[in-house]
């Protein structure tokens, strides 16, 4: 079946609503207006008000009363406009969605999923074009997903509501009208491994979001200069699935870690850092990244594109761990 | 308001909210409507007809060369607006904001302020920047990307647009704070604070607490809040049962609603709101009710969400029609000013036009320019393998 990424992520809310009647979805303009990125066009039609909520723009209200309807017995699907306004419901998703579990000693299970559109690319400037996921993969309590392919936006939305702990799902804007071919009893999908969306020898690329097309873009590039490049889409952000890139880094001996977020203290660090600790000596040289750079996303459309990883960049680095430079 | 029922249900006598799931057809329309009635306590002095109307507490002498004035402001400012939604739509503007229907609450708002005055924008305040001096041809580079603004706020007392819904209320109560602990406050030379904000704005935290702040500090701070009906998508009843001037109260200073497509109306508030402020009695919440005619922004389609007849209603309550139907009326404009407004009108939108087209795109260094106020090595670094890559291509910046 043909479908879009946007397409695929609606028939995964519509497909949860069905299954379970505790599922609801709410969030500034998801109703009538059908989602700012159109998610849930058509959806208020068919299941209603009810289940279909406009909130008043209040993030830090919303994203703490799916807590609440969580810890209730709910299954809330929270959707955040984009991850620049989840700065407002951050005290909500740290102190209360991450840590109630362990407060109340295990009583209180908070199985609320919040989703958000994240990434720069549109020339929204610098405070509306954040990769904050970075960020949240770095409380625990909390299970972070980056669907980057139709498959995992139609797939990892079930499986987040059946968890019971709070789950992020991070949606790049330039993603949204990504379309394909779609199995058509594409159901859930596993959330606890990364994937290897191109197999390769040489070297192995590491990414998620909206990272990957253009890192699946630069290892064809590679291809045509003889270099096999191994292709890793993270998938799940927290917990990371390690043991995937490790297994990769130990054939290719080459890394290059490929990330939105800002270099400085980042997940491309974290990822970094594993592979130091895990992998040192079956590097052949050193672990590069390509990150955006560490200024608030430009506005002017050349600038924004100069300031994030690009197919050019990403190649250019590879060649740079393959090559020597 | 008599009864708690009263409080919590405007329409007392009308139904319970369904609780069915799926949605009855007058549900559904209700849900695209906005309301159009200011309600008794709406501060009027010119009706959509253009009669002149007194109010018991508030009125204003206005002399006909000052209407005039307000004319030509609302005028210009509509067709500053129009040639950039224009713009937006060739291509020569990645977004814009539209005013239009707003065009009285900021030019009354606006000319109600002194030159000692601050004011803090959202980002559909360009009748604002109109009046605080601000060339429109310096609002555009914020919507083609070239730039982020480039007035000086301390010189123009108007701080740059704030893009994040509702944060610049917090600082404009820091401001108006410190207003007040420097002393300018007190007599009618004291100084006084306008933030702007819209209804959507209500329903955000950071509102409340400035509203706290600016209450418990006494903050010579007023807050213009544009209530033009809808917030994208979402009618202002999703965001209060009551209405939002009312709000006021319950933080302890006084409330107003105005018809904010009155431009007498609208400065006659203002002008009162202001003077109280710098007498050191504020702060005060103005609502200014008013509606948005356009888009969201031109991202967005209205036609997804509220009905047709909503829009045509609110045509008949035009803030700029009025005022040239009072002017007529009076005898204190003749055809020779109005051709001469649409003249004037018709040379600003050739200079915007032929000033968009000719805007330089930024530089590749000005990426990293202002990330701190000084050098930082490893950002430097950055910068110049940056820029070292980038004149590896042919013909330099590309």
């Given at each position: ?108 299970p ?46 990892m ?20 009208n ?10 859930p ?19 998620y979001?909206?990272s ?45 870690v490929?990330d ?66 | ?23 009855t ?22 009706t ?76 559909r ?8 001096g ?49 002393g ?112 969201h ?60 087209t ?41």
């Open positions: 079946m043909k479908t879009t990424y946007r397409e695929a992520l609606r028939e995964a809310i519509r497909d949860a609503m069905n299954r379970d009647d505790r599922v609801f979805l709410m969030g500034e303009d998801v109703g009538s207006y059908g989602g700012c990125y159109a998610v849930s066009l058509g959806l208020l039609e068919e299941f209603g008000p009810e289940r279909i909520r406009d909130t008043p723009l209040s993030e830090s209200a919303f994203v703490g009363a799916g807590i609440g309807a969580a810890l209730n017995g709910m299954r809330p699907i929270v959707e955040v406009m984009t991850v620049n306004f989840s700065l407002l419901a951050l005290d909500q998703i740290l102190n209360n969605a991450a840590t109630l579990l362990h407060m109340s000693g295990g009583q209180f908070v199985p609320v999923v919040i989703r958000m559109t994240t990434g720069a690319g549109r020339q929204l400037a610098a405070q509306h074009s954040h990769s904050l996921e970075g960020w949240y993969a770095h409380i625990p309590g909390l299970r972070v997903l980056a669907p980057a392919t139709l498959e995992d936006a139609r797939g939305l079930w499986p987040a509501l059946c968890d019971p702990d709070p789950v992020l799902i991070f949606e790049h804007n330039a993603l949204y990504l379309s394909g071919e779609l199995a058509d009893d594409a159901g999908v596993d959330l606890t491994r990364a994937a290897v969306r191109r197999p390769g020898t040489d070297v192995t690329l590491i990414t979001g909206g990957l097309a253009k890192t699946l873009t630069a290892a064809d590039e590679l291809a045509a200069d003889g270099i096999d490049a191994e292709v890793i889409d993270l998938r799940t952000l927290r917990p990371l699935d390690a043991d995937t890139f490790l297994e990769s880094v130990r054939r290719t001996h080459r890394a290059v490929v939105e977020g800002w270099r400085s203290g980042s997940l491309s660090a974290e990822i970094a850092a594993r592979i130091a600790e895990e992998a040192l000596y079956e590097l052949d040289a050193p672990v590069r990244r390509v990150c955006s750079a560490e200024v608030p996303i430009p506005y002017a459309k050349h600038l924004e594109e100069a300031a994030l990883p690009q197919p050019a960049s990403i190649a250019a680095a590879a060649r740079e761990v393959v090559r020597g430079g | 308001m008599s009864s708690p029922e009263q409080w919590t249900h405007p329409e007392p006598d009308a139904a319970p909210a369904a609780t069915a799931a799926k949605p057809a007058e549900q559904v329309i209700a849900g695209l409507r906005a309301t159009d009635e200011g309600g008794a306590d709406l501060v009027q002095l010119l959509p007809e253009g009669e002149r109307v007194t109010h018991p507490d508030f009125d204003i002498d206005i002399t006909p060369e000052e209407l005039r004035g307000l004319y030509r402001d609302m005028v210009l400012i509509r067709r500053v607006d129009r040639e950039a939604n224009a713009l937006q739509r060739k291509g020569q503007l990645g977004i814009w904001v539209p005013l239009l229907g707003q065009e009285a609450a900021q030019i009354g708002a606006g000319r109600a302020m002194r030159e000692t005055d601050m004011a803090f924008p959202s980002y305040e360009h009748g604002i920047a109109w009046t605080r601000i060339n429109p041809t310096e609002l555009l580079g914020i919507f083609r990307g070239t730039d982020q603004g480039t007035w000086d706020p301390v010189e123009k007392r108007f701080h740059p647009y704030t893009i994040v819904i509702g944060n610049q209320v917090l600082n404009a109560a820091g401001y108006a704070m410190g207003q007040k602990f420097d300018r406050v007190g007599d009618d030379e004291g100084e006084a604070t306008m933030c702007f904000f819209g209804d959507g704005a209500t329903s955000q935290g950071d509102v409340h607490e400035g509203f706290v702040w600016a209450a418990v500090y006494d903050a010579p701070l007023v807050f213009f809040c544009q209530n033009n009906q809808w917030a994208i998508s979402e009618p202002t009843e999703r965001q209060s049962r009551l209405p939002l001037y009312q709000r006021a109260r319950g933080y302890g200073f006084p409330g107003i609603r105005v018809d904010g497509n009155d431009v007498l109306a609208t400065l006659a508030v203002t002008k009162w709101a202001l003077d109280e402020c710098r007498h050191g009695n504020g702060p005060i919440l103005i609502e200014a009710f008013t509606y948005r005619m356009d888009a922004t031109t991202s967005d389609d209205p036609t997804r969400y509220r009905l047709s007849d909503e829009l045509e209603m609110w045509k008949l309550k035009d803030p700029i029609e009025r005022v040239k139907v009072y002017l007529v009326r009076q005898q204190w404009a003749d055809s020779e000013f109005f051709d001469g407004v649409e003249a004037d009108a018709d040379k600003l939108g050739e200079e915007l036009r032929e000033f968009c000719n805007m330089p795109d930024p530089p590749a260094e000005r990426i990293f320019s202002n990330v701190y106020a000084e050098g930082n090595p490893n950002l430097e670094a950055q910068r110049d393998e940056f820029l070292d890559y980038v004149s590896g291509f042919a013909g330099g910046e590309h």
